[in-house]
């Protein structure tokens, strides 16, 4: 009797034991096999002991650092991270790694749309769900897949009298530059685009766009070394304009303090919108020039012409800090950055996923199935690529 009630008791007491009361060592062991996003969104959240264990930045930087032991994360150190910017790169590294970490990537192929010539704008919309793209054949062509992934195109055709080179948004109206030395804004009905308005240059053909939509500002860089600001709230006519390269402005990235213009000149210039004048040039190493750039708050990351990978500190007066070989063999015509991954395209066909590290660690490499790419866009989880076709590709994992 007094064994059996010695069980009873032992069992009794073993049913109170929880994770609270385990040793934090022994806690944190079990939550090594949990997900980030778990430990982040839920168990963080269960009760205030919890949330004090998973608040440590030294948990999230260990466990980065154990994914990729060799290198530094991120690709550039922010100045001053925010509170919550170590968790919530952990859950974003994580679910990268599912994507991208397989043997064979599960992207899979939403959309296609073929193109009577090379599409070299390219732009995805409404985190993801659709696209907004201009062609060679100066038709203009919107996407919406967003019901079901079932997709409707509204084609406008001759909507420049030139090649169209780069399209851009601000809220929803849509930009596009051309050949023909103009840009024009459009507004998407149900069934077709509606011109607004022109804008007209006579500075060669607009090779590139970019927009500031917390100003409604817009600028494009001509074949003539030029680039143009625009206010979207004002007339046709631009606010200010520049000459900051000996070539062709071939690639423009904005943001509410500086206007980055990239030329055939080999150089990068960097335009300081509140003092009005151009504050920097950077000349990119070797024998290439510049063809893509990707700018965010604390860095900047540049493709170039044989296939190397810049990036610059915009908290250090955009000082170059490191070039790395990428392994394209033919010039990067796409670069994207974000907490979770380093994404690269090229006109050798190739679209390569990098971990957003210093060095970057090559996660996959996908091959498009039209050959050259001229543009690639990134965007909650979603991919597009263009050439002589469009392909938007989503992660399984994702839908």
Known sequence: MDDENADCAYSEEDAQVSLLDLPVEIFLHICSFLKASTLVHSLSLVCKQFYLILKDDSLWKARINRMWPDASYP??????????????????????????????????????????????????????????AGARDRSLIYCNFREGWKYRVTD???????????????????YSCSWDQTVKSWMLT????????????????????????EQALFATGSYLRTVFIFDSRSGDKPIKQYRPHGGAVIKLAMNSEYILSASEDKT???????????????????????????????????????????VLNPKKDFELVNSYSTGHTKGITGVHLTRGNLITSSTDGSVKIWSPTDPPKLMT??????????????????????????????NRCVQ
């Open 75 to 132: 690709l550039l150190r922010p100045a001053k991270p925010d509170k919550l910017f170590w968790k919530l790169s952990c859950v974003a590294i994580e679910k990268q790694r599912t994507i991208w970490g397989l043997k064979e990537c599960s992207m899979k192929k939403i959309n296609s749309h073929g193109c009577g010539s090379t599409v070299d704008a390219l732009l995805l919309m409404h985190d993801g769900t659709a696209y907004i």
């Open 156 to 174: 406008m055709g001759s909507a420049h009298n030139g090649w169209i080179w780069d399209v851009t948004t601000i809220d929803n109206t849509i």
């Open 190 to 213: 149900d069934t077709n685009f509606v011109h607004q308005k022109t804008y007209k240059m006579n500075a060669g053909a607009l090779l590139c766009m970019s927009s500031c939509p």
């Open 268 to 310: 990068v210039s960097v335009y300081d919108q509140r003092a009005g004048q151009i504050m920097k040039f950077i000349t990119i190493p070797g024998e290439a020039f510049p063809m893509c750039m990707n700018m965010q708050r604390d860095c900047v990351c540049i493709g170039d012409s044989i296939a190397k990978l810049h």
């Open 365 to 394: 490499t996908l091959r498009s199935s039209f050959g050259e790419i001229a543009r690639m866009d990134y965007q909650n989880g979603v991919l597009a690529i263009s050439g002589s076709e469009i392909a938007v590709y989503m």
